[in-house]
């Protein structure tokens, strides 16, 4: 009888061994499958290193956040409000920053709708010239409102947009340049 009792205790320890072996695998693997595993190579995150993200992107993304139209309706105020309070402008130049982003916003809109009208006419514009004029759009609007803000709003307003890379991830665009139609 031992024997029998060796036998089965020893069979035991091997079927604990196996299933050890097989579930510390699968928690292996399973791990292999997270987050940083399934982002594409050139991906900018900005929470690990907000140094990476451009100063223009972090400005187009904040004023396309942001931007509320002219006339806003009191959920709009809100919101914004929300968005803004977190800056720590004097109220003077929250209320400056408001107004130039009311005017982005319907600025930015007509810009998307005269692109939008050329593509819709099939007239001559190229993917290239489009961004290069939004980038001269976007910088020229990122002036105005840092020129129009008080020396200390300016300063507070770029110190924010410094935080707000960090809630930013860049994705890298495949080349499709070599695809036909």
């Known amino acids: 009888m ?8 020893q069979m035991t320890r091997n079927r604990i061994v196996v299933l050890l072996t097989i579930l510390l695998s699968c928690s292996y693997l399973l791990g292999q499958t997270n987050e940083h595993n399934l982002v594409p190579n050139g991906t900018i995150d900005g929470s690990v290193h907000p140094e990476l993200v451009p100063d223009d992107m972090a400005w187009h993304l904040f004023m396309r956040a942001t931007a509320e139209s002219i006339t806003p309706t009191k959920e709009e105020v809100r919101r914004q409000h929300s968005k803004l309070r977190a800056i720590g402008l004097s109220p003077s ?10 005017e982005f916003h319907h600025n930015v809109k007509m810009y998307d709708e005269g692109l939008a009208d050329s593509v819709r006419r099939n007239l001559p514009t190229t993917a290239a010239s489009w ?6 759009f976007y910088a020229a609007k990122r002036a105005e409102i840092e020129s129009s803000l008080s020396t200390e709003g300016a300063k507070t307003l770029r110190a924010h947009i410094q935080r707000f890379k ?3 991830k860049l994705y890298p665009v495949p080349d499709m340049s070599g695809m036909s139609h």
């Open 93 to 102: 130049d929250e209320a400056i920053l408001v107004k130039k982003l009311g």
């Open 166 to 168: 960090a809630s930013i």
């Open 2 to 9: 031992p024997a029998a009792k060796e036998v089965m205790s």
């Open 131 to 136: 961004a290069t004029s939004r980038r001269q």
